[in-house]
């Protein structure tokens, strides 16, 4: 698979359901051999099982939509430990996993996968046009 944005948000971002400045972004780490991403019909949080996720979520911050790509400052996540990790899931937060919907997954970037040994991991957005996703 390639890094995609979820067809459900699509649909969010052109009925102005998500607002990349405004909205909770955050982001997961994810064992692909616990989740198969199905990006036409997955739309929530609750869609990813807990035995996927290899990290608790990080809030993203510095958010931007310069030159019209969705930005942030890097995202640490700290002292990781656990399975194998071949994804970069973000999701807006509502606070509620059944309504927190799933925005992008990231698959394909440099350092993936990954395999934790209990020390932190760094993601480092792309510095070039299309930054984290380009809608």
Excluded at 13 to 22: G, K, P, S, V
Excluded at 71 to 83: E, L
Aim: proline share 5%; charged share 15%; with cysteine.
């Amino acid at each position: 698979m390639a890094n995609t944005l979820y067809a459900n948000c699509r649909k969010a971002l052109l009925e102005a359901q998500i607002n990349w400045l405004t909205d909770t972004v955050k982001c997961i780490l994810v064992d692909s051999s616990a989740y198969t991403v199905q990006v036409d019909t997955h739309k929530f949080l609750s869609d990813i099982p807990t035995s996927a996720r290899v990290t608790q979520p990080q809030t993203l911050t510095g958010k931007s939509t310069d030159g019209g790509a969705a930005d942030a400052a890097d995202v640490t996540f700290p002292s990781v430990s656990g399975a194998s990790i071949e994804m970069i899931i973000l999701y807006k937060d509502t606070g509620v996993e059944s309504t927190s919907p799933l925005i992008a997954v990231i698959d394909t970037a440099t350092g993936l996968p990954i395999t934790p040994n209990g020390g932190d991991i760094i993601v480092t957005w792309d510095n070039g046009v299309n930054k984290i996703f380009r809608p």
